[in-house]
C-alpha cells in the first residue's frame, strides 16, 4: 500500500464528512491507499457520521476510538496503526483536491526525501476585517511556497494539515512529542513543525509539493481578534517548547522578550486608541508571542526544580 491518510477529529462532525468526501474523489487508485479516522475523544455524532461513510465508501476505511485527548496522542495513534509506506495527514476542517494524494506520492519520486508537504489555500467562511493583514495568514494555517517542486530547509517547513512523513522516519526519529499541539479546545501548536525540525536536523529532505492542494475551513470564529491573540501567545509557547536554545540564547531572549514586550505595550495601546488596527494587531503579535514564550520558560524552570 503507497499510503495511509490519517484524519484526526475531535467533536468536528459538522465539517467532517466533507473532509472524508474529498478522499473519496482522489485520482489516486483506491488499491494504494487507505484512510484512518482518529476519533479523539469525540462526544458528538462523529462516530455514526464515520460508521455512515464506511458503508458506502468504496476505499479502504478504518474507524479508531482513542479517548486521551491531544492532537499529538491521535496522530501516533494513526501512525501506529497505519500500513502504508507514506503517511500522510489532513485536518478533519480541510478538503483535499483530487489530486492531492497522488501529488504528494509523485513528489517523493521526483525528489526523494523523507518528508511531502503542499499548498494550503483558504476556504473563507466570511469577508476578512478591516484589521487583517497578510502576516497574520500564518496563524490561520495557509502555506504557499509557490508552483515549482523544491526541497524546503526553513520553518515553519509543513502543517500537519497538508504533510506526509515516509513510514521509516518515525522508525528512526520517534513520534509527534505528545506535549506539544491541540488538546480539546486549547491553541498549543507546534507538533507538525517540531516533528519537521527533527527531520531537517537528520538532514533528511522535505519537499513541496504544489500540485498537491487542500482548502483549509476558515470560519468566521477564528477572524477575530481574540482569536489570533490566544494564538500568538500560544504561538510563543510553541517557539519556546520545540525549540532547545542553549542556556544563553535562552537568557538572552527573556531579557530581550520581556524589554520588548514593556516597550511595545504602551504602542499597542496608543494605535487601538487612535483607530490603527492593523498596526495594533501586528504590535501585539510581537507583545503575546513574546509573554507566550516567557510564560514556557518560567513553567519549564519550575518544573526542574520539583
Known amino acids: 500500500m503507497k499510503a495511509s491518510v490519517i484524519v484526526c477529529t475531535h467533536n468536528r462532525s459538522d465539517v467532517l464528512g466533507q473532509a472524508l468526501q474529498s478522499l473519496e474523489s482522489q485520482t489516486l487508485s483506491v488499491k494504494e491507499f487507505e484512510v484512518l479516522v482518529i476519533d479523539n475523544g469525540s462526544t458528538d455524532r462523529t462516530a455514526g457520521l464515520v460508521e455512515e461513510q464506511i458503508k458506502k465508501t468504496r476505499i479502504t476505511f478504518t474507524y479508531v476510538r482513542e479517548d486521551r485527548l491531544g492532537l499529538c496522542v491521535a496522530r501516533n495513534r494513526g501512525v501506529r496503526e497505519a500500513k502504508g509506506e507514506w503517511i500522510a495527514f489532513l485536518d478533519d476542517d480541510a478538503q483535499a483536491d483530487p489530486e492531492w494524494l497522488e501529488a504528494l506520492i509523485d513528489a517523493t519520486a521526483a525528489m526523494p526525501c523523507s518528508c511531502v508537504g503542499g499548498k494550503i489555500v483558504p476556504n473563507w467562511q466570511t469577508s476578512v476585517p478591516a484589521w487583517f493583514s497578510e502576516p497574520l495568514m500564518r496563524y490561520l494555517i495557509v502555506l504557499d511556497y509557490g508552483d515549482t517542486v523544491r526541497q524546503i530547509t526553513r520553518m515553519p517547513f509543513f502543517y500537519g494539515t497538508n504533510m506526509a512523513f515516509h513510514c521509516g522516519v518515525f522508525d528512526r526519529l520517534g513520534l509527534f ?20 525540525l527533527r527531520v531537517h536536523r537528520a538532514r533528511l529532505p522535505l519537499v513541496y509539493a504544489p500540485r498537491a492542494v487542500v482548502h483549509h475551513l476558515i470560519p468566521e470564529s477564528r477572524l477575530t481578534k481574540e482569536f489570533f491573540r490566544r494564538r500568538f501567545y500560544y504561538s510563543g509557547r510553541a517557539r519556546a517548547a520545540h525549540t532547545p536554545d542553549p542556556i ?11 524589554l520588548g514586550a514593556l516597550s511595545l505595550t504602551p504602542l499597542a495601546l496608543a494605535a487601538n486608541l487612535f ?14 508571542v513574546a509573554l507566550g514564550y516567557l510564560h514556557h520558560q518560567i513553567l519549564a524552570v519550575s518544573a526542574s526544580r520539583r
Do not use: H, N, P
Not at 177 to 196: A, I, Y
Not at 248 to 258: E, P, Q, R, W, Y
Not at 275 to 286: F, S, V
Open 275 to 288: 483607530g490603527a488596527q492593523r498596526c495594533a494587531m501586528k504590535i501585539e503579535r510581537l507583545i503575546l
Open 177 to 196: 512529542r505528545e506535549d506539544l499541539d491541540r488538546v480539546g479546545t486549547v491553541l498549543m501548536g507546534g507538533g507538525d513543525t517540531e516533528m519537521c
Open 248 to 258: 544563553l540564547t535562552k537568557i538572552a531572549l527573556v531579557f530581550g522578550l520581556s
